[in-house]
């Protein structure tokens, strides 16, 4: 295995351990203060709390199994709302909008990939809120994934913009990096190439055409 391949993994694996670390610190937190919590009230807040975390880092191992590992118990073809309900899960409680374009026909899952990967980097570029458009259709022989937001300030990372927008090798890989790399990985694999546009300060459109087995 070549090191870019093990640097790649790596990269992957942080950014997933990153995102898990906060709501699993939480439900470890919450069990140390309801062992010591007599109050009645005190201890429901606490199983409030426990509830919480539990649902977060469910929502979130549901969405990184299809976004960076390989869906196991799909075929080559994976449900649409699977995939809507992933993107819910990581948008949880904060105040963005999602408006789903995308029919009841089950998606490769490369283009599941692509879409998640995606939705992961807007969704942290929505720090404020916004509204985030996900379309996607056939065209031929084509796959064509167009990802639409909206907000009153829009903060993709510098070098994830320059990632989606030249490609895997644009700028150094990091953990912060890794899912524009992949996005960009997965679209080669399947002869197809991503785009990113600005429209204006408020409004960002990235996507990407998959052809073949895409």
């Known amino acids: 295995m070549s090191d870019d391949r093990v640097d790649f993994a790596s990269m992957l694996a942080s950014r997933l351990c990153h995102d898990l670390l906060s709501p699993v610190g939480a439900f470890a937190n919450g069990l140390e203060l309801l062992a010591d919590e007599k ?17 977060t880092s469910a929502n979130k191992l549901k969405f990184f199994r299809l976004a960076f590992g390989s869906a196991g118990g ?30 009841s026909d089950p998606l490769p899952k490369p283009a599941v990939k692509i879409i998640l990967n995606l939705s992961l980097l807007l969704v942290d570029a929505l720090v404020r809120g916004g509204r985030l458009d996900i379309g996607c259709e056939k ?12 907000a009153e300030r829009i903060f993709l990372d510098a070098d994830v913009e320059t990632i989606l927008r030249d490609g895997e090798g644009a700028t150094a890989m990091t953990s912060r990096t890794a899912p524009a790399v992949l996005v960009q990985a997965v679209a080669a694999q399947n002869g197809g190439t991503v785009m990113l546009a600005r429209e204006t300060p408020t409004s960002l459109l990235v996507g ?3 052809r073949g087995r895409g």
């Open 39 to 55: 109050d009645p009230a005190m201890r429901e807040r606490c199983f409030e709390l426990l509830e919480q975390s539990a649902r």
């Open 74 to 103: 799909f075929g080559e073809l994976v449900p649409a709302d699977e995939a809507k309900s992933a993107i819910q899960g990581i948008i949880g409680d904060r105040a963005i909008e999602l408006n789903w374009m995308i029919g």
């Open 139 to 150: 065209q031929g022989d084509a796959t064509e994934i167009a990802l639409h937001v909206e």
């Open 208 to 210: 990407a055409v998959l």
